[in-house]
């Protein structure tokens, strides 16, 4: 079993910057794919973003890449989302996941098993 806690969400202004952490429990977590989700108001749960267990791949959606960065310390249990250059399109409530087949990155949610609570980001314009 694996829980899932984020952290650092909050409101800032178009173009500014939040970096989000997401902190695990469970022995296993180094071997997991860990990704972000989001989702605004009235829309699908959509993917964001996902790293390999080693770090060496990462995928991105095509609206944050280039401006989001997500990394992971294995020895923390802690995946990160890097978010700079903020627009208020990217206002959502911010999911960590983990997929414990951890072999490729998927981009849809239905395959990842385990989610976090969620953390509200806000972009003012």
């Known amino acids: 079993q694996v829980q899932l806690v984020e952290s650092g969400g909050g409101l800032v202004q178009d173009g500014g910057s939040l970096r989000l952490s997401c902190a695990a429990s469970?022995?296993?977590?180094?071997?997991?794919?860990m990704g972000w989700f989001r989702q605004a108001p009235g829309k699908e749960r959509e993917f964001v973003a996902a790293?390999?267990?080693?770090?060496?791949?990462?995928r991105y959606a095509d609206s944050v890449k280039g401006r989001f960065t997500i990394s992971r310390d294995n020895a923390k249990n802690t995946v990160y989302l890097q978010m700079n250059s903020l627009k208020p399109e990217d206002t959502a409530v911010y999911y960590c996941?983990?997929?414990?087949?951890?072999?490729?990155?998927?981009?849809?949610?239905?395959?990842?098993?385990?989610w976090g609570q969620g953390t509200q980001v806000t972009v003012s314009s």
């Open positions: 996941a983990a997929d414990p087949s951890g072999s490729l990155i998927y981009t849809r949610s239905y395959q990842y098993d385990y």
């Open positions: 790293i390999t267990w080693s770090g060496g791949l990462t």
């Open positions: 469970g022995r296993a977590f180094s071997s997991y794919v």
